[in-house]
């Protein structure tokens, strides 16, 4: 198999407004269809904003969809279960966060 | 091409039925989830078990996969080479939408015999697509992975040089390695949880899929940021802390501001300078959390100033209270 290298340049693009994600392409990041996404919005389990007739979304129902995407394909989770699962995981994250905030004020000369 | 044992990933015998296969690779899912594993190889494991399950959970992958397991058994460490029309009389080749959700990890053998170099030389080898002389377009897959910043970068933007290690599909279908650098324009205002999305740097295909960077920042014991707002700690001389009086202080933003402390001191003091946090159009604001620092008595003049110091505090009683506030 051959191997390149090259160098190259990229325009980096923040995921947040008035840059965010259209409906087609946050199902695309999960590797699922427009109507999965639409079914959790339905059911509360995703954030989104409409604006003219569109759904738009930001970095952090992103990485949202994504997880609930893993845990349902992974396990046959039921969505409801999934979203469950995710709220637990970054509720976790913003404690061990918090505990990092702790112990390095502990340390603190 | 290192022929891949999926059945030892998964730690499943060749014969195991569709539930063990799926009971194997649920707990090791669990073992090795991105979110919770504190496993350092996590996320390579968990792109090899998914791979193994795209693979073996398919009947009809499993099938074809199963007979080149025969041919590769015949000639142990050598590398491995799929012989031509090896998944004749098998569907799955074609199928869109088999890649998965981490579809972006497959290694360079699951790509050559299920993916997408498997795909464009499939439909180069048949009818319609052969005619047109290419494969029919097909968008690229979006990577996803994280970048790890430095705080200061929010502030002011900056340049960062990323490795990536993907794959392209050249004229013929075959897959090519890339390992390429890209220069990338880090945005001002960048928040950690953030995505930053680079247009075309994600899978090969027409149109390329998209890179998406997680941010992440670089554990720093000076300060850190929640949202837009930046903590940063700041330490005083007992007398600073008590007295009060003007300090200076140098912010992640890179300037020296001028600071007066309060007299007075109370444990887990902030002072918030506003909109100094991470930039934006409503920017974050800047506290510091104000520690003290007690300096060592080194020279028998500095204990002598310890000693006159209990000396002029003899009711202060520092166990009796919650803290180290004078009484």
């Known amino acids: 198999m051959v191997t390149h290298h090259f160098l190259d340049r990229a325009l980096a693009e923040l995921l947040d407004e008035p840059n965010r ?6 199902a695309r990041s999960c590797c699922m269809a427009p109507g999965w996404v639409v079914e959790r919005l339905e059911a509360g389990l995703l954030q989104g904003e409409q604006s003219g ?12 969809a994504r997880r609930l995407a893993r845990l349902e394909s992974s396990f046959d989770a039921d969505p409801e279960l999934a979203a469950l699962t995710a709220d637990l995981i970054e509720e976790v994250a913003v404690l061990r966060q918090r505990l990092r905030q702790l112990e390095q004020g502990v340390d603190l000369p | 091409m290192e022929f891949k044992d999926y059945y030892q990933i998964l730690g499943v015998p060749r014969d195991a039925g569709a539930d063990d296969i799926k009971k194997a690779y649920r707990k090791l899912a669990r073992r ?7 496993e350092a190889d996590a996320s390579a494991r968990m792109a090899e078990v998914n791979e193994a399950n795209t693979v073996l959970s398919d009947p009809e992958k499993r099938a074809a996969y199963d007979r080149l397991g ?14 031509p029309n090896w998944d004749a009389g098998f569907e799955f080749t074609g199928a869109p939408g088999a890649e998965g959700l981490d579809g972006a990890e497959f290694s360079d053998f699951f790509e050559q015999l299920f993916g997408r170099a498997a795909r464009a030389q499939h439909a180069q080898g048949r009818g319609g697509a052969q005619a047109r002389g290419a494969p029919p377009p097909q968008r690229g897959r979006d990577h996803h992975a994280s970048i790890e910043l430095d705080l200061r970068d929010a502030y002011h933007g900056g340049e960062q040089l990323l490795a990536l290690h993907g794959a392209r599909l050249d004229a013929a279908g075959h897959l090519v390695n890339e390992q390429r650098q890209l220069q990338v324009t880090i945005p001002k205002g960048v928040r950690a949880g953030q995505l930053i999305r680079l247009s075309g740097q994600g899978g090969p295909g027409t149109p390329a899929g998209d890179l998406f960077l997680e ?32 300090i200076e202080v140098q912010t992640p933003g890179g300037s020296t501001v001028e600071v007066t402390v309060p007299p007075r001191w109370k444990p887990g003091r902030k002072l918030r300078l506003r ?18 620092a007690l300096p060592a008595a080194a020279t028998p003049a500095q204990q002598q100033a310890y000693r006159a110091l209990a000396q002029a505090f003899p009711d202060f009683r520092p166990r009796a209270t919650q803290g180290a506030q004078g009484g």
Request: zero cysteines; aromatic letters at 10%; glycine letters at 6%.
């Open chain 2, 215 to 246: 941010v992440r920042f670089k554990p720093d014991a000076r300060w850190r940021a929640e949202d837009r707002d930046v903590y940063q700690a700041v330490t005083l001389a007992p007398w600073e802390a008590e007295l009060g009086g003007a």
């Open chain 2, 70 to 83: 025969q041919e590769a058994a015949h000639h142990p460490g050598q590398d491995f080479r799929p012989p």
């Open chain 1, 21 to 26: 994600l259209t409906l087609e392409e946050l």
């Open chain 1, 53 to 64: 007739g569109r759904w738009l979304f930001t970095s952090s129902t992103v990485l949202r």
């Open chain 2, 275 to 292: 909109e100094r946090g991470i930039p934006a159009a409503t920017p974050g604001d800047l506290y510091l959390e104000l520690h003290v």
């Open chain 2, 32 to 38: 090795y989830h991105p979110d919770v594993s504190k």
